[in-house]
């Protein structure tokens, strides 16, 4: 079998857009951003520091936004701003108002000219080494506040706070993650009495060139999460893997969001000498949302769910 042209687009979009962002740079950010943001309500200029330590200053809220990230756009709608959004990426698929905002970016290359046609507000980007393109922008005099792709539950926690900060609206951020963190702890309180994890397979990508995900990585952090055994939790970031070391492995789950193959799970099952596996025997072999798996935005809790329910679903009747 072939690899799909579609899942090569947006496994590369996915590796691009995981590859950005840390620790460090979110909590020096978190603590300017502190220090110096001030009170929308009473009309005067406020300042947020985005995440090339940037120190962006608004006259007044912004009222119209270009989104050049999916995950950033998510975030938007979350936080009731999505109305707003008048650009947005060819991968913008979430939610469905989403589908219906004016494509002026492939996620790696913008349509600098229609950008400035439109001449937002702000243009919410994101930090992919395309600082030329990004520079264009504010050459031409738009404002432009620059978010690094979540590595981590932690970045997407602040990644909501920073853009409620932008849009003033700070409660209504706090308000999101609490909302995320919540959801979380119920599927943790669920799962916490598991004695043994099960062994899971996360196929990023089918045969015949399989890749998984390893440590460092979000998917990582959903499947610990979800309280589950993540069978290459031993190698880091994404990983090119053979058939015969998946078989080695042996696990008991395999989960793949190739819901844009047909009968994906049967070429699984069917695969020749999978049949050792016991996730192939037990035909314990699942779909999940892959945009949801994979986009650090506000559907980080609903990722964490979806995995713990296909891997313990006696957990969740």
């Known amino acids: ?118 001449d937002p507000d702000v243009v919410v980007a994101y930090t992919i080494g395309e600082e030329a393109q990004i520079a264009q922008l504010e050459d031409a005099g738009l404002k432009v506040f620059v978010i690094a792709s979540a590595t981590t539950f932690d970045d997407v926690y602040s990644d909501i706070i920073q853009l409620s900060e932008v849009m003033g609206i700070e409660e209504k951020g706090e308000e999101v993650v609490a909302d995320i963190k919540a959801q979380i702890k119920t599927v943790q309180e669920k799962t916490e009495t598991i004695d043994t994890k099960k062994k899971v397979y996360y196929e990023v990508s089918p045969a015949p060139d399989l890749w998984t995900t390893g440590n460092s990585t979000f998917q990582q952090e959903i499947m610990d999460y979800a309280n589950i055994e993540n069978i290459y939790a031993d190698q880091t970031s994404w990983i090119s893997v053979t058939e015969e070391d998946v078989i080695t492995r042996n696990p008991e789950i395999i989960i793949s969001p190739a819901t844009y193959m047909e009968n994906a799970v049967e070429e699984i099952l069917g695969r020749t000498g999978w049949d050792k596996i016991q996730a192939v025997t037990d035909k314990a072999v699942y779909l999940v949302d892959g945009d949801i798996m994979s986009r650090p935005g506000p559907r980080i809790g609903e990722a964490v769910e979806i995995m713990a329910q296909s891997v313990y679903p006696e957990l969740f009747k």
């Open 1 to 118: 079998m072939k690899l799909n042209n579609k899942w090569v687009v947006a496994l590369a979009a996915t590796l691009l857009l995981a590859a950005c962002g840390s620790d460090e740079e979110k909590t020096e950010k978190d603590v300017k951003n502190e220090e110096q943001a001030t009170t929308k309500n009473d009309g005067a200029p406020y300042t947020v520091v985005d995440d090339r330590g940037v120190e962006v200053t608004f006259d007044e809220v912004p009222e119209t936004i270009i989104s050049l990230q999916p995950s950033n756009t998510e975030i938007l709608f979350e936080l009731g701003v999505g109305e707003q959004i008048i650009g947005a990426t060819d991968f913008d698929t979430y939610p469905e108002a989403a589908q219906k905002i004016e494509r002026v970016s492939t996620s790696t290359v913008i349509n600098a000219e229609r950008i400035l046609e439109l």
